[in-house]
């Protein structure tokens, strides 16, 4: 079973700081790596999509994927409480389609 | 665009009954996803289509759960029987499944399933 691994926190932040939910996986052949939040009692949304090796933006969204260390990371910029949920780090397999997730990390933007 | 449905939202049996769950997938996408989402876990894949043919089903407990996707369209998952362990969310998710690109999923609003 390849393992995706997430801190489960919950990792607190105050509003505007900056949320940093990090990710490790064990399939050295991923190539596609997904952030998908969670809020309590819904659905996982998609956030955004990295598949190169650095820093990809969107927003106040930035994922940043090292490969050689099996990394990939999600920073909140400007945290608001509205961004209080879990986040759920998914790699897709290198045999195929399927999506390995993590067991998410639990961010909390206090006023 | 419609986003992936399914039903029911909400289902309470007891243990050794059986339960199915429906889902329709966004048009057009090729590719179906269950997945078992326990409280306080990301989710887990217990079967993939591509179209109607079973991509993966490693992780389905084949003793009690079948899952079928006639006409490569809408997808049925059934428990039979139940047990207590088998309450969780359960998660329909589809995708358009290009080999050569992030292949997005997108999920339903999922079926919670408490077995007493």
């Known amino acids: 079973q390849k393992e995706v691994e997430q801190n489960s926190g919950p990792l607190s932040v105050p509003e505007g700081a900056i949320a940093s939910l990090n990710c490790t996986y064990s399939?050295?052949?991923?190539?596609?790596f997904f952030w998908y939040r969670q809020y309590s009692g819904k659905s996982p949304e998609l956030i955004m999509f990295?598949?190169?090796?650095g820093d990809k933006e969107d927003g106040r969204f930035t994922a940043q994927l090292n490969k050689a260390s099996q990394y990939v990371s999600l920073l909140i910029r400007d945290s608001q409480p509205s961004d209080s949920a879990t986040y759920l780090c998914?790699?897709?397999?290198?045999?195929?389609?399927?999506?390995?997730f993590g067991k998410g990390t639990s961010l909390l933007v206090t006023p | 665009e419609a986003g992936v449905a399914q039903s029911p939202r909400y289902k309470i049996i007891e243990k050794r009954q059986s339960v199915a769950f429906w889902c329709n997938p966004i048009?057009?996408?090729?590719?179906l996803y269950w997945y078992q989402q326990i409280l306080g876990q990301g989710p887990k894949l217990l079967i993939q289509?591509?179209?109607?043919?079973?991509?993966?089903d490693s992780q389905l407990p084949k003793d009690r759960f079948s899952a079928e996707r006639l006409k490569g369209v809408d997808s049925t998952l059934k428990i039979q029987p139940a047990k207590l362990e088998d309450s969780a969310v359960y998660l329909c998710?589809?995708?358009?499944?290009?080999?050569?690109?992030?292949?997005?999923?997108?999920f339903g609003p999922g079926t919670r399933l408490t077995v007493l």
């Open positions: 998710a589809s995708s358009l499944a290009f080999r050569g690109l992030p292949d997005t999923q997108y």
């Open positions: 399939d050295r052949g991923s190539q596609s």
């Open positions: 990295i598949y190169s090796n």
């Open positions: 998914a790699v897709k397999e290198s045999s195929g389609y399927a999506l390995n």
């Open positions: 048009s057009g996408h090729a590719t």
């Open positions: 289509f591509q179209n109607n043919g079973v991509v993966d």
